[in-house]
């Protein structure tokens, strides 16, 4: 993990864009066995930690001990700040970061952000796998960053002290939000007060009341224990999580090319068994939420569905022309009302 090397957020962005990504060789064990280190901020039940897993696993099983898969969720080893500036330094030889956290390295990210662009993970799936969505996993290979894959977590809802079933309902309260302008700008668009805030430090925030609310999926909502200190849930949909499967291009390309083949194709399957499952996750973790009695879920009819779409509608208009034209042709931007 950094330490005496760590580097600022600005300081990090300054060498990636310089492309002066430090780099070497695959690490390899004392027995030679190439060492992949794999940390995560989420636990091991939701969508990402079931990947990890699951990855691990078809690693040891086919590649025996020539690659081990070393997994760290819930930001055992380091948060995704921290794995970011990890993976360029070559300390960690894999993450699975979301999406907002490349904010500031390239604004095409910015589309997974926007409110209501996609209604569901199908749409969201759809664009992923387009000519478009492809081209995204190595729009940061020169900056250090080549994506494997996308993973879904699920679709975002809203919790706080109190029930928002009207955007005017959110206004005034302290959110907790990914460090992304598109996210601080939809908050704000509440009247309300935008937080940015690392993941593992969200349940202690709320508990003590440094922040009153939160956007989150269901399955980190569970698996967190959010539902434990927020006494309302706003069943929304507005946005989507999702998270960029990378590796250092250097370290990947040192790779003998059987194993990066193998591994190649078990990040694949591994994609495609994470994103048919992460609905079916999500929809668990929902009724376990409600079932415990602790959170009160609100469903909003489609004419509050359709203030908070109109409430949100300006952050599209202000990013959608900083993600591209040639990216927003290819999303269904015609559900936010283009």
Same mark, same amino acid.
């Given at each position: 993990?950094?330490?005496?090397?760590?580097?600022?957020?600005?300081?990090?962005?300054?060498?990636?864009?310089?492309?002066?990504?430090?780099?070497?060789?695959?690490?390899?064990?004392?027995?030679?066995?190439?060492?992949?280190?794999?940390?995560?901020?989420?636990?091991?039940?939701?969508? @990402?930690?079931?990947?990890?897993?699951?990855?691990?696993?078809?690693?040891?099983?086919?590649?025996?001990?020539?690659?081990?898969?070393?997994?760290?969720?819930?930001?055992?080893?380091?948060?995704?700040?921290? #794995?970011?500036?990890?993976?360029?330094?070559?300390?960690?030889?894999?993450?699975?970061?979301?999406?907002?956290?490349?904010?500031?390295?390239? #604004?095409?990210? &910015?589309?997974?952000?926007?409110?209501?662009?996609?209604?569901?993970?199908?749409?969201?799936?759809?664009?992923?796998? +387009? /000519?478009?969505?492809?081209?995204?996993?190595?729009?940061?290979?020169? /900056?250090?960053?080549?994506?494997?894959?996308?993973?879904?977590?699920? !679709? /975002? &809802?809203?919790? +706080?002290?109190?029930? !928002?079933?009207?955007?005017?309902?959110?206004?005034? =309260? @302290?959110?907790?939000?990914?460090?992304?302008?598109?996210?601080?700008?939809?908050?704000?668009?509440?009247?309300?007060?935008?937080?940015? !805030?690392?993941?593992?430090?969200?349940?202690?925030?709320?508990?003590?009341?440094?922040?009153?609310?939160?956007?989150?999926?269901?399955?980190?909502?569970?698996?967190?224990?959010?539902?434990?200190? &927020?006494?309302?849930?706003?069943?929304?949909?507005?946005?989507?999580?999702?998270?960029?499967?990378?590796?250092?291009?250097?370290?990947?390309?040192?790779?003998?090319?059987?194993?990066?083949?193998?591994?190649?194709?078990?990040?694949?399957?591994?994609?495609?068994?994470?994103?048919?499952?992460?609905?079916?996750?999500?929809?668990?973790?929902?009724? /376990?939420?409600?079932?415990?009695?602790?959170?009160?879920?609100?469903?909003?009819?489609?004419?509050? =569905?359709?203030?908070?779409?109109?409430?949100?509608?300006?952050?599209?208009?202000?990013?959608? #022309?900083?993600? +591209?034209?040639?990216?927003?042709?290819?999303?269904?931007?015609?559900?936010?009302?283009?």
């Amino acid at each position: 993990m950094p330490t005496a090397r760590r580097l600022t957020s600005v300081l990090l962005l300054s060498l990636v864009c310089a492309g002066w990504i430090l780099t070497g060789c695959a690490r390899e064990s004392g027995n030679g066995t190439i060492v992949i280190k794999f940390p995560h901020v989420t636990a091991p039940g939701t969508p @990402k930690g079931h990947g990890a897993e699951r990855l691990r696993q078809l690693v040891q099983e086919r590649l025996g001990d020539r690659v081990v898969v070393e997994v760290y969720p819930s930001s055992q080893l380091m948060n995704d700040d921290d #794995s970011l500036e990890a993976l360029a330094f070559g300390e960690i030889q894999m993450i699975a970061v979301s999406l907002s956290k490349f904010d500031r390295l390239t #604004s095409r990210f &910015q589309v997974f952000d926007l409110p209501f662009l996609f209604k569901d993970l199908t749409a969201v799936e759809k664009f992923q796998h +387009g /000519k478009t969505g492809r081209t995204l996993l190595r729009t940061l290979e020169d /900056k250090g960053f080549l994506g494997l894959g996308f993973w879904h977590n699920g !679709m /975002k &809802q809203l919790t +706080g002290p109190r029930p !928002m079933r009207l955007p005017e309902d959110a206004a005034g =309260l @302290k959110f907790r939000i990914q460090e992304s302008d598109v996210l601080e700008a939809q908050i704000l668009a509440l009247d309300a007060n935008p937080q940015k !805030m690392a993941f593992g430090e969200v349940y202690q925030a709320l508990q003590s009341g440094a922040i009153d609310a939160q956007e989150n999926t269901w399955s980190n909502i569970w698996s967190e224990k959010f539902f434990e200190v &927020q006494e309302y849930a706003t069943e929304s949909n507005h946005g989507y999580i999702g998270y960029l499967v990378a590796v250092n291009p250097a370290f990947w390309n040192d790779l003998p090319a059987d194993i990066r083949a193998e591994l190649e194709a078990i990040v694949a399957e591994v994609t495609a068994e994470v994103n048919e499952r992460a609905e079916a996750i999500n929809q668990e973790a929902r009724q /376990k939420v409600i079932a415990s009695g602790k959170t009160t879920l609100v469903e909003l009819d489609d004419d509050e =569905l359709a203030a908070w779409q109109q409430a949100m509608l300006p952050v599209w208009k202000t990013f959608s #022309s900083q993600i +591209g034209d040639d990216i927003m042709a290819a999303t269904p931007a015609a559900t936010i009302g283009q």
